[in-house]
């Protein structure tokens, strides 16, 4: 029997998952990051594919194979633990970005939830990277949803979000100007938190060596420790974005510097 015809896909969950039935029974899920599409029968490997459907293939053919989930399909892990199976401390461990754990993307997530903090939302799970749906709150209304972040930071050197209107149901757009003024207030260039996080670039430097170390060591335990003081909430965000950036783009010249000696 043809394998398109004997898997159905599911309506897509919060999450971005579309759960998937063979001969009417749960096989797992499929979904999309980042242009390509994976398979997930729990308990086993996930597979990329090229679409949707040879996604949903795959499953045909690990039920073919005689295998079969080993945790229940409806309720599949989440996105970041099958990426790189991270988890940390209770306080910041919804915050691991769901992207690849490197410096350069915790440095777009630092100026991500630094900007998002601008404009009213706050996240409620770790950035997807700029084209992915990525839950949040609207601090205007208390309206929980996805948003692209390829679409809140703007375009073309133009910072302005699209659409204006927030979400359905959001406050007019006459009065978002007042209730973002409001929201300002709670941001501070200091850093009160205890331990600190790096808003200085010295802070910021120590901060990225400790994870690349941890990182080149494959310690990844260890780089999620050290990434606390980059993802947790702060009101000093966006000076600490900035900090982060400067320091990132100061290691990047130095290692463009260190090649290009060597090859001369």
Not at 50 to 74: E, I, M
Not at 177 to 205: D, Q
């Amino acid at each position: 029997m043809d394998t398109q015809q004997r898997y159905v896909l599911g309506q897509r969950d919060d999450e971005g998952f579309y759960p998937v039935t063979v001969d009417q029974a749960p096989a797992g899920t499929v979904h999309r990051r980042h242009g390509s599409w994976y398979a997930t029968m729990p308990g086993h490997p996930v597979q990329r594919a090229a679409d949707r459907h040879q996604a949903a293939a795959h499953l045909v053919t690990l039920l073919d194979q005689g295998k079969r989930p080993t945790l229940p399909a409806q309720a599949p892990v989440t996105p970041a633990s099958l990426i790189h199976g991270l988890r940390a401390t209770r306080s910041y461990s919804h915050l691991m970005p769901s992207v690849r754990l490197s410096l350069a993307n915790l440095v777009r997530t630092a100026e991500a939830t630094a900007r998002l903090a601008q404009l009213g939302w706050t996240p409620l799970e770790g950035y997807p990277g700029a084209d992915q749906p990525w839950l949040m709150e609207c601090r205007l209304c208390g309206w929980k949803g996805r948003r692209f972040w390829s679409h809140l930071r703007g375009r073309n050197g133009d910072n302005t979000p699209r659409p204006i209107t927030r979400h359905p149901g959001c406050k007019p757009v006459p009065d978002h100007a007042a209730a973002l003024v409001t929201l300002a207030a709670e941001r501070t260039r200091e850093c009160p938190c205890t331990p600190n996080h790096p808003t200085w670039l010295s802070e910021a430097l120590d901060t990225l060596a400790a994870i690349q170390t941890a990182l080149d060591g494959k310690a990844m335990m260890s780089a999620a420790i050290y990434a606390r003081s980059i993802l947790e909430p702060c009101p000093a965000a966006t000076r600490r974005a900035g900090a982060l950036r400067a320091a990132y783009d100061r290691r990047a010249r130095a290692l463009r510097d260190i090649r290009a000696g060597k090859s001369k």
